[in-house]
């Protein structure tokens, strides 16, 4: 039977699948703090363009 071989298989492709997440996670992140960041100097540009 397959089984032991896909259990084996997941074990061994579970870390990688956390890590992924984990990097995943941490950048998306990222982006919502710079979106935060810079989200006023975005509304200014915005403001800007519809004046225009």
Known sequence: SMRPL???CARLALPVVLRVMTTVMRSV????????????????????????
Do not use: H, L, P, R
């Open 29 to 52: 992140q990222m982006e919502a703090c710079v979106d935060e960041v810079f989200a006023e100097d975005f509304g200014v540009v915005e403001t800007m363009e519809e004046e225009e």
């Open 6 to 8: 896909i259990m084996v």
